[in-house]
């Protein structure tokens, strides 16, 4: 997939995430009977399983563009480096700042694209970290159900 590609499925993902984070059932009250608690629990649970499976994509996505970006910045070192050995059109007498501009210069493609790589990286950090609090927060409601649900199994206890 393309840089383009890639940020698009992220947008995406956050946007299913979010939606699915708006789905969140209404938290039951405390007259409510057992049912309502666990139609609440197992529509939770959908929801976490489907922001889990988003959640994977994005672990996938942003470890292949850390690994993009770490073999573009070699890349951009190596082309630098080469830049460097070959003294390409840099008279004796410039100083350094003067080699390294023109070593830069030469290496500019590389540095691009490792720009853009960086990018896309921060790109899928962030959607990572989104559907990382999402998941959290939706595994607390779904915690909130199970409270409420083993609050009726005492009840139900103490009336024997």
Not at 78 to 100: F, I, K, M, N, Q
């Amino acid at each position: 997939m393309n840089r383009a590609a890639i940020e698009d499925r992220l947008r995406k993902i956050v946007a299913e995430a979010t939606e699915l984070r708006g789905q969140v059932p209404k938290y039951p009250g405390s007259g409510d009977p057992p049912a309502v608690w666990l139609e609440g629990l197992r529509s939770t649970r959908q929801l976490i399983d489907r922001v889990e499976s988003l959640l994977v994509e994005t672990v996938r996505i942003r470890a292949a563009a850390d690994r993009a970006k770490q073999l573009a910045h070699e890349d951009t070192e190596h082309a630098w480096d080469a830049a460097a050995t070959r003294h390409g059109g840099v008279s004796r007498d410039a100083g350094a700042r003067e080699r390294y501009a023109h070593f830069r210069l030469d290496s500019r493609s590389e540095r691009l694209v490792e720009l853009e790589a960086s990018v896309l990286a921060s790109r899928a950090t962030e959607a990572h970290e989104i559907l990382r609090t999402f998941h959290r927060s939706l595994g607390d409601v779904r915690s909130d159900h199970h409270v409420g649900i083993r609050a009726f199994q005492v009840e139900s206890a103490l009336e024997r």
